[in-house]
């Protein structure tokens, strides 16, 4: 029977979405420059914490186009992947190299056929001096609002690991700034840096000015408190994982019908879900869950959503059919997306 595409992707990161074209040039700029020079100290700490994050510090000091790449793709725990991510940031220092990341991903997107994507932005990641906030949300609503070939949204992370008062305060200096292509916020970073009621606030505001609200909680398969998320105001959960160890939890989030945002390639590679565990994704649908199909971060996991699609045919030997579940799953899901795209 005919393919049918993936249209949306609705958790795929920014920086996750640079490319080995962007990652090369940026290597080449920066060469023999410190390149950690801008972390804050709590992103020094979190890399410096263990040795696999010391190694990553050295690497920035001794960039080299062969080797960048690979090592920003090589780990095997999810805490490893979060400082390889970080240390990704590093190849973001001023204005041009930000909006060049955004050209990159958006024509990234476009060559996998999308229709429509919602670009998870954690500002922290890049201020500085040089890319101020209404610098870096100034560029986001350019390339997001002259988008052609696909449509672009932005999701505001404020990293979890900062805590629920500066994600509030992050948040209100955004909305004062009126972005229009902003459609929802989320929640990303450590799950174990600090505890979801702290966002509380954090998310009744976005709620209160129309945004649309989703969290990364239960990435792992480690017992998770989901009965915060439960009363939080969240339209979807990224990962959610653990929630299969509670059918009571799973019964929940189908009955308030909050969407999952599963990334198979994802929980693979970073452990989440370990290689030998079924991944809860087959039980998930079984359950009526209402399920969409996401990369998260397709540079530093080497995927597409088409093999997001492959991944999850595999995991639940289901046909093609459920691919036009998911894909209306996406469309509903979506907090900006009006219209049925045209490639279904
Ligand atoms: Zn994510």
Redesign the pocket.
């Known amino acids: 029977m005919k393919q049918i595409q993936p249209v949306a992707d609705l958790?795929r990161?920014l920086l996750g979405s640079m490319t080995e074209h962007f990652v090369t040039t940026q290597v080449e700029k920066y060469t023999g420059k410190d390149l950690t020079a801008q972390f804050n100290p709590l992103q020094r700490a979190f890399l410096e914490g263990t040795p696999f994050g010391q190694k990553l510090l050295r690497h920035l000091a001794t960039l080299s186009p062969e080797t960048t790449a690979g090592r920003f793709r090589s780990f095997s725990t999810l805490h490893e992947f979060l400082q390889c991510y970080l240390a990704s940031s590093a190849l973001v220092r001023e204005p041009e190299d930000f909006s060049f990341l955004i050209q990159e991903a958006i024509r990234e997107a476009a060559a996998e056929q999308l229709s429509y994507v919602e670009f998870?932005v954690s500002p922290t990641l890049y201020l500085s001096d040089a890319i101020s906030l209404p610098v870096l949300v100034e560029l986001l609503e350019h390339y997001c609002q002259t988008s052609e070939e696909l449509a672009v949204r932005w999701l505001l992370d404020p990293v979890r690991n900062r805590g629920g008062e500066a994600a509030l305060a992050l948040l209100r200096q955004i909305l004062n700034l009126s972005p229009q292509a902003l459609c929802g916020v989320s929640l990303?970073g450590d799950e174990r840096a600090a505890p979801l009621e702290e966002f509380s606030g954090y998310f009744r505001l976005a709620k209160s000015g129309g945004l649309g609200t989703t969290a990364?909680i239960g990435e792992g398969l480690e017992e998770t408190d989901f009965s915060v998320a439960l009363e939080l105001p969240l339209d979807r959960i990224?990962h959610g994982n653990a929630s299969i160890l509670c059918p009571m939890i799973v019964d929940a989030i189908v009955a308030k019908e909050i969407a999952y945002e599963v990334?198979l390639t994802s929980n693979r590679k970073t452990a989440a879900v370990p290689d030998g565990a079924p991944h809860p994704v087959a039980a998930l649908w079984k359950a009526g869950a209402r399920l969409t199909l996401n990369t998260?971060d397709p540079f530093h996991f080497e995927t597409t959503l088409q093999n997001e699609v492959e991944s999850f045919l595999t995991e639940t030997n289901l046909s093609q059919e459920a691919i036009s579940a998911l894909n209306e799953n996406a469309m509903h899901a979506a907090f900006a997306l009006t219209s049925k795209p045209s490639n279904t």
Do not use: E, P, V, Y
């Open positions: 958790h990161h998870t990303a990364h990224g990334c998260d």
